[in-house]
C-alpha cells in the first residue's frame, strides 16, 4: 500500500469518507500530478520529489479534513469558502463528505496547476 493510501485508510469513518473523496478529485482533475506525503500529509504537485512544487494538500485533523492549495489566494472563488492563510494559501474545512463540490473543487485544482505550470 502507497504512504497516500495508508494515510487515508488509518483515519476515522467520517474523516476518511472525506478525505477519500478529495483525493479522487484531486486524481481525476489532476492527473499528471503526483501524490505522495510530505511533512505528514498527503500532498500533490509537481515533480518527482514531494514539495517539490506543490498544488493541493489534504490534512486530517480530529473533526474535520484540511483541504489547501498553495496558490489558494490566487484562486479565483467566487462561493467565499476558501480562506486565505499563510503566504499564498488558502484551505477550507470539511466535515462531511457531502461539503465536497467536486466540480467547484475541481476548477480551483485546475486554476491552481495552471499557475504553477505558467
Not at 463540490?101 to 505558467?118: C, I, K, N, S, V
Request: aromatic share 8%; proline share 8%; charged share 25%.
Amino acid at each position: 500500500m502507497n504512504p497516500v493510501t495508508t494515510y487515508l485508510t488509518g483515519l476515522d469513518a467520517p474523516l476518511r469518507e472525506t478525505a477519500e473523496k478529495l483525493r479522487s478529485v484531486i486524481e481525476a482533475a489532476l492527473p499528471e500530478a503526483t501524490g505522495a506525503m510530505w511533512h505528514g500529509h498527503p500532498v500533490w504537485g509537481l515533480g518527482d520529489r514531494p514539495g517539490q512544487t506543490p498544488v493541493c494538500l489534504v490534512k486530517a485533523y480530529p473533526a474535520y479534513v484540511t483541504f489547501g492549495l498553495w496558490r489558494g489566494q490566487d484562486v479565483a472563488d467566487d462561493s467565499g469558502l476558501l480562506v486565505p492563510g499563510a503566504r499564498r494559501m488558502a484551505s477550507v474545512k470539511l466535515r462531511a463528505v457531502d461539503e465536497i463540490d467536486p466540480e467547484l473543487f475541481t476548477g480551483w485544482l485546475r486554476d491552481a496547476y495552471a499557475l504553477e505550470t505558467r
